[in-house]
């Protein structure tokens, strides 16, 4: 008995020691500085301490001369509080506002300096931290700081800056999910990595204040939402907002549609009629595409808001990007110019493991620098949970360098890219299976991720639709992939697009959807206005006859009471074993709200099932439900046409040469679904489970001595030098990296990894 009671008595003194050495100081008065123990309930605050300023009206003062070092510094944690800086403050969290109800106020004064690795302002977040409002004041001195956030929680965050010197070496970001607001009026700023305007934030930048952003990726990028307000007094203030001011290298902003851009021209400076600033409407972080001319006429304020494009701001003598679409060649539509990972960091798949060093787990969500991922194994990721990723951006992942039989990624669970933008893949299998029964799953879901590129990706046996656009998303194109036989019985399912955002902008082309019950696609805004899906040169085989809400969705788009606009151009569609009467196999498109603005042109149907190609021209009669028809074609700017727009039996023969991820070289499945379509109607079916998985050889990469993702034989006959690490060059001087021409280099020479 004593001997436990010895052990209980020092597992009781085991955890009271932990306690204590967990404990946080709480402030303890109304008024006082941080150097006076009767201030805080255990004393003064040693380094690495965690504090909380929650007295309710508690004001707290880091005096001049004095250093305080906190470990984790929260600034009204419930009440109103404030901290003003006239010393020292180094925190490796500087927290302004973080739960219910707290409102707390930081203020830095001249002489005075703050070290944090990460400095928001408002970081609550969901419904515990309602109300967690955070102010700043940074009137002078210093900040060094990480990441510098506003607004990052879900309660408003404001900063305002007249004075001091503030560096972010991970950005700053407003409004990320919180209601930002951020004011520069004087002193400097510098961002090394970007300038975010999340949805519910607005950047205020006034003339007076020395603006830098440099490092790689955008300047200014302001995602739907968003606002960018800036004060100019003289023309020249644009390069301090768009270029960088140490003249490493050029950084863009752009402004992403429906966000808006306000113009304030400032008392001093007086606009001449004909002064000009050049919009250059762009889809993309770093390449212009056409531009238009905002002309000042007269006043003090213009307000532009974008409707249907992105923007960038740039004087018109200022040098212009070349535009460059996604991929030297076949990048079409309204995800044409997604420029993915161009320029940034490589990272190798080395094997087949679902996580770990090497595996393509590790590579998608490491770090947050824009990447290439390439790929010295070929065969099958079997992963054992679900693969998210939140917030990273300017990705591109390269299927086609998989030596083998390429990469199929066998996945227990949703493919969920979630926040991010700028996306492109590109030779590709995913694959879920019986595995994610019950789990409703998607083989690849984009969650708020504007400017995505699918090329040649072969998605197939998920259990909710195979591709999902959802939420935030625009500027995106499907393109020569397959989409095929979902497995949830009563809900086999393609593609739904599904955004809520007022103007979206969607391209689907030469695509292959194949044996599912409908939603070939799916599409709508959930804004109700602005949406615009050009839907041109694609295949439907084999679609069933399921109800989908609020009418019958058999082939083709169903839209759910939206108003939307829609180009339903030279596709060709089969029908198979599963199509069902007649009056199923006759339908090629499908309305159920009665606001849809439809045109269709070109197309084609089989309906017959008889094994004989001989389909009839489907004009609106095969068109069911209420809807509209447009008077024209729906206009979409020049740069996001199809340069290869084809009749629709030029299009079934491309598709069945060219659609899925190695057309080179299919695996089982691919070619299956291509003997299934050739058979015209009488072979296939909606399956509910996986009919077998097909053997996916490893094969062996290429030697790659510099490591810079181009084989040594390529690059000798290309130019490049194999011993330095050149894949961010141009030899050409076309825009196009060494790396994208190798990429390329490969789609052209059907599959070859070197010369």
């Known amino acids: 008995m004593n001997k436990h009671i010895a052990i209980l008595l020092a597992f009781v003194l085991l955890v009271l020691s932990a306690d204590a050495l967990a404990d946080t100081h709480l402030w303890q008065v109304t008024t006082g500085n941080w150097n006076v123990a009767g201030s805080w309930n255990l004393g003064i605050p040693a380094s690495g301490d965690d504090v909380k300023i929650n007295n309710s009206g508690g004001k707290c003062t880091v005096p001049s001369g004095y250093t305080a070092s906190p470990y984790k510094c929260f600034v009204n944690h419930s009440g109103t509080n404030s901290l003003t800086v006239n010393g020292t403050l180094s925190a490796a969290d500087l927290n302004i506002g973080y739960w219910t109800n707290g409102k707390g106020t930081l203020i830095l004064n001249s002489g005075g300096s703050i070290n944090a690795s990460n400095f928001v302002v408002a970081d609550g977040g969901g419904s515990w931290y309602k109300n967690a409002d955070g102010k700043a004041y940074i009137t002078g001195g210093i900040v060094n700081t990480g990441g510098l956030g506003v607004g990052n929680g879900a309660s408003p965050g404001e900063y305002y800056q007249s004075g001091g010197s503030v560096k972010a070496s991970s950005g700053v970001s407003v409004g990320k999910w919180g209601t930002g607001y951020f004011e520069i009026s004087g002193g400097t700023l510098v961002s090394s990595y970007g300038f975010r305007i999340g949805p519910v934030g607005t950047a205020y930048l006034r003339k007076a204040a020395q603006i830098e952003i440099n490092g790689s990726g955008p300047g200014f990028r302001v995602e739907p939402g968003g606002t960018l307000k800036i004060e100019l007094g003289s023309s020249t203030d644009y390069t301090k907002l768009c270029n960088d001011a140490d003249g490493i290298s050029t950084t863009w902003g752009y402004i992403m549609a429906p966000s808006t851009l306000e113009v304030v021209l400032a008392g001093g400076y007086t606009p001449s009629v004909g002064d000009e600033w050049k919009l250059l409407a762009v889809t993309t972080t770093n390449r212009a595409i056409y531009g238009n001319f905002m002309t000042v006429t007269s006043g003090y304020k213009t307000e532009l808001r974008n409707s249907n494009t992105e923007l960038w701001l740039v004087r018109t003598n200022d040098s212009q ?103 492109i893949f590109r030779h590709f299998r995913i694959r879920l299976g019986d595995s994610a029964a019950g789990t409703t799953d998607n083989c690849l879901m984009f969650d708020s991720t504007p400017g995505v590129m699918l090329d040649h990706v072969s998605t197939s046996w998920d259990v909710e639709e195979t591709i999902l656009f959802w939420n935030q998303c625009t500027y995106s194109t499907i393109q ?102 007649l009056s199923y196999r006759q339908t090629i498109l499908r309305a159920g709200g009665g606001t849809e603005y439809f045109w269709i042109d070109g197309n084609k149907c089989d309906y017959d099932i008889d094994g004989t190609l001989d389909g009839v021209d489907a004009g609106w009669t095969y068109v069911k439900g209420t809807y509209n ?72 990469s290429p030697t790659d001595t510099d490591n810079d993702g181009m084989p040594d034989t390529w690059e000798d006959d290309y130019g490049t030098d194999d011993q330095v690490a050149d894949n961010n060059g141009d030899l050409d001087s076309d825009g196009y990296t060494n790396l994208e021409e190798y990429l390329q280099w490969i789609c052209d020479n059907d599959g070859a990894l070197e010369p």
Not at 641 to 665: F, H, K, M, Q, Y
């Open 321 to 423: 990007p070349t535009p460059l679409r996604a991929f030297p060649s076949g990048a079409e539509g309204f995800g044409a110019y997604v420029s993915g990972g161009r320029g940034g960091d490589i990272y190798k798949v080395t094997n087949t493991n679902d996580s770990g060093t090497g595996s393509f787990r590790s590579a998608l969500l490491k770090g947050s620098k824009p990447r290439t991922i390439i790929f010295t194994v070929g065969g099958t990721i079997t992963c054992s949970s679900k693969i998210e990723q939140f917030g990273y951006t300017d990705i591109t992942v390269a299927g086609q360098t998989a030596p083998g039989d390429g990469i199929l990624l066998r996945n227990a669970g949703r493919f969920l890219l979630n926040g991010g933008s700028n996306y």
């Open 480 to 581: 020569h992939c397959i989409l095929a036989e979902s497995l949830e019985s009563g809900h086999q399912y393609a593609n739904l697009i599904s955004t809520s955002l007022k103007n979206a902008y969607f391209t689907n082309y030469g695509n292959l959807y194949h044996s599912q019950l409908g939603r070939m696609p799916r599409a709508q805004s959930k804004a109700g206005e602005g949406f615009l899906l050009d839907d041109v040169n694609n295949v439907r085989y084999n679609w069933g006859t399921s109800g989908d809400w609020p009418a019958l969705c058999t082939n083709g788009i169903h839209v759910y009471a939206q108003t939307g606009n829609w180009n339903y151009v030279k596709n060709y569609c089969i029908a198979g074993p599963s199509s069902g009467a």
């Open 629 to 700: 028809k447009a008077a024209s074609r729906h206009t979409r700017p020049t740069w996001a046409t199809i340069s290869n727009e084809r009749t629709a039996a030029d299009a079934l023969t491309d598709v069945c040469n060219d659609a899925g991820a190695r057309p080179w070289g299919r695996d089982a499945v691919d070619s299956r679904y291509i003997t299934e379509v050739q058979s015209y109607g009488t072979s296939g079916s909606i399956k509910t489970s996986v009919p077998g998985w097909p053997t996916i050889n490893s094969g062996t």
